[in-house]
């Protein structure tokens, strides 16, 4: 007997069973993912986010669907975080910086001045030392995908232009509550001041704090030009998201479903990285416009931020896996050596 599939749904089948296998694909449920993240739905990570789920669906013949909570709609990072190591939150994208306090050796990526262009941060996050730092996870309840862009951090205070190290001084700038972050701001006698995102805006409106560190896009993204005045370019550190899925959840899945979700977010990584970019150098020329005052750092002071910085990481490599030290130290020679 001969089976004829007729219309889209028809060649969907066909089209997930050449690319998965006939098994793989009889293996598909209906499923629905929610993922939360806390950017605003105008933010690269959100476009990342329905890349993705357009990939998802396509993949899975529309039996997969994600559900995108931006915002903060499903609690603070590490909130999202406990819901995925508990199974009652399906995935997250959240900056691995805040990753540290279930694997701290994800600190290793925030250390001050390590990379200088995007093309070293990918290099650095999609070779060995990315690959080590994900194997980590599954014994924490987490499986991590791929690395997005968030890009290079930048200051924004009330105060004055930071021109130098020096500018710094008694700054109440809101960082990360992350000990990587807290340790590099007070090496320039700033008052650094842990604080959850959410809670940020506010702060800067009632001059709580004086400043805080993002990149350009979450600047712009979260209106930050309206309390701010200063935005000095020290791409001090580069952030990045990190695809994460609930263990329990992925367990759950088929070999083809597991396939399908780490395919589209490879996929989608690329797409994310791009317009991320994009975005963040047109996100340069709002903010002026939005009447923020930018300034660049001159490359010889910057040269004097990263020795002030130097002792940070040798203080944080102690406590770290020594392997993944070494591993570290090894592949920043490797992506320096690459050409812009």
Not at 135 to 154: I, M, Q, S, T
Not at 155 to 163: A, D, G, L, M
Not at 175 to 198: C, G, H, Q
Not at 301 to 312: V, W
């Amino acid at each position: 007997m001969r089976v004829r599939f007729e219309g889209l749904a028809g060649a969907a089948i066909i089209a997930i069973a050449l690319a998965i296998g006939p098994a793989a694909a009889q293996a598909i449920q209906e499923r629905t993912i929610r993922w939360g993240h806390l950017n605003n739905a105008d933010h690269p990570v959100s476009k990342g986010v329905q890349k993705f789920a357009e990939i998802v669906a396509a993949k899975s013949g529309g039996k997969m669907k994600v559900r995108e909570y931006p915002a903060n709609q499903l609690g603070s990072e590490m909130q999202q975080q406990s819901a995925l190591r508990a199974g009652t939150q399906e995935m997250q994208s959240p900056a691995t910086t805040s990753l540290v306090g279930i694997v701290k050796d994800f600190g290793l990526i925030d250390f001050p001045f390590i990379v200088s262009t995007p093309q070293q941060a990918d290099a650095l996050l999609d070779g060995p030392l990315g690959s080590a730092l994900l194997a980590k996870l599954p014994e924490k309840g987490l499986v991590g995908l791929a690395y997005w862009d968030l890009g290079f951090r930048n200051v924004t205070n009330s105060r004055r232009p930071i021109t130098k190290g020096e500018d710094l001084d008694g700054i109440k700038i809101r960082v990360i509550p992350n000990p990587v972050y807290l340790e590099t701001f007070k090496a320039f006698n700033a008052n650094p001041v842990p604080m959850s995102f959410s809670e940020l805006y506010s702060a800067l409106e009632t001059r709580t704090v004086d400043g805080q560190e993002n990149p350009f896009s979450v600047i712009l993204s979260n209106k930050f030009f309206e309390v701010q005045k200063y935005l000095s370019v020290t791409n001090h550190t580069y952030s990045t998201n990190i695809i994460l899925v609930s263990k329990k959840f992925w367990d759950g899945l088929s070999p083809g479903e597991q396939k399908i979700l780490q395919d589209a977010a490879i996929e989608a990584r690329d797409y994310q990285r791009k317009i991320s970019r994009e975005q963040a150098t047109a996100a340069i020329d709002e903010l002026k416009a939005k009447g923020m005052e930018i300034n660049e750092i001159a490359p010889a002071e910057l040269d004097r931020m990263r020795m002030k910085t130097k002792p940070i990481a040798e203080k944080f490599s102690a406590d770290y896996d020594p392997a993944l030290v070494k591993l570290f130290n090894g592949e920043l020679d490797r992506v320096h050596a690459l050409k812009p």
